[in-house]
């Protein structure tokens, strides 16, 4: 996020094409079901807590990650230009 309140303070942002989103927003809905349906179970199923607080940030990191590579990417190829 601080990489992005730079390049932003720094002039114009670029956003990534619609073909690109597309495939990023494929990976985040497919992690977001992926850890949902396990939180889900453990914490209505098997009454454990703690497991579904562990999925809870595997999926903020998981997301943390796919969300700073695409802006790292959106970043690098406009200052190639």
Same mark, same amino acid.
């Given at each position: 996020?601080? %990489?992005?309140? =730079?390049?932003?303070?720094? &002039?114009?942002i +670029?956003? !990534?094409?619609?073909?690109?989103?597309?495939k990023?927003?494929a990976?985040?809905? %497919?992690a977001? =079901?992926?850890?949902l349906? &396990?939180?889900t +179970?453990? !914490?209505?199923?098997?009454?454990?807590?703690s497991?579904?607080?562990?999925?809870?940030?595997?999926?903020?990191?998981?997301?943390?990650?796919?969300?700073s590579?695409?802006?790292?990417?959106i970043?690098?190829?406009?200052?190639?230009?």
């Amino acid at each position: 996020m601080r %990489d992005f309140v =730079n390049e932003k303070d720094d &002039g114009e942002i +670029h956003f !990534i094409d619609e073909e690109e989103w597309q495939k990023q927003e494929a990976i985040i809905f %497919d992690a977001k =079901n992926y850890y949902l349906k &396990g939180i889900t +179970h453990n !914490i209505e199923n098997t009454s454990q807590v703690s497991v579904a607080i562990s999925k809870l940030q595997g999926l903020t990191g998981n997301l943390r990650v796919l969300q700073s590579s695409t802006l790292e990417k959106i970043i690098l190829k406009f200052r190639m230009e």
